[in-house]
């Protein structure tokens, strides 16, 4: 019995003996390896001339800086990127439809009205008006506008007369666009009174 323990003591101081051979076996191979890393580093900078050497070294940085996170970009320079969208194509913009129809001689009659009406009773802007074809309808479109805003006023004038009016975007002329500080507003009836009487004398002279 007493040979079965000595044998079960001698294993145990046996097997811890191992397990510290190699737990300082791991501890010394870890500098070890690092080092020889470091030397190999070292050995590479040595053979490289000094642009190569520069090309690594800001190799490494950039590689460092992309490797987190994506790079943010504002807000405030994506928003220029749109107007410069906007900017590189001047046709586009928007219109106020007016009236779309299947009958193309109703289409022709509400622009020729419109261009007459918006004439005598529209101060600061010369609206032209258009008519678009798009299957199956005819579409009379009026004004010619960049900003949305300036459209949307706009067509808040023409409600009276045109209560379907509404915005639209559209290829537009950029001649015929008004400038940002337009004032474009409905005459007052002392001013369409006074145009009026303007013409009739117009017309009495021409007689005479």
């Known amino acids: 019995m007493r040979k079965y323990w000595v044998l079960i003591v001698v294993s145990g101081l046996l097997i811890s003996a191992c397990a510290t051979t190699e737990s300082s ?26 642009t190569e050497s520069m ?5 490494s940085s950039l590689s460092n800086h992309y490797s987190g996170d994506l790079v943010f970009i504002p807000d405030i320079y ?10 590189r194509d001047p046709y586009a913009g928007f219109r ?5 129809t299947r009958d193309v001689a109703e289409a022709d009659s509400v622009r020729d009205h419109f261009v007459s009406w918006a004439d005598s009773v529209i ?16 579409r ?21 007369r045109y209560p379907d009016a509404w915005v639209v975007h559209e290829r537009i002329e950029p001649s015929n666009v008004p400038v940002d500080t337009t004032e474009i507003r409905l005459k007052s009836l002392q001013e369409i009174e006074m145009e009026q009487e303007m013409e009739m004398i117009e017309i009495d002279d021409s007689d005479n």
């Open 78 to 87: 994506l928003e220029e990127i749109v107007v410069e969208e906007r900017e």
């Open 140 to 160: 009379v479109r009026a004004g010619d506008f960049r900003d949305r805003e300036q459209a949307i006023h706009f067509s808040g004038l023409l409600k009276s």
């Open 25 to 50: 076996t791991e501890e010394s191979a870890s500098p070890d390896s690092e080092e020889s890393g470091n030397l190999a580093d070292d050995y590479i900078d040595e053979e490289l001339d000094d």
């Open 123 to 138: 101060s600061g802007y010369e609206a032209d008006a258009y008519v678009v074809f798009r299957s199956p309808n005819y």
């Open 55 to 59: 090309l690594l070294q800001t190799r």
């Open 96 to 100: 106020v439809q007016l009236l779309s």
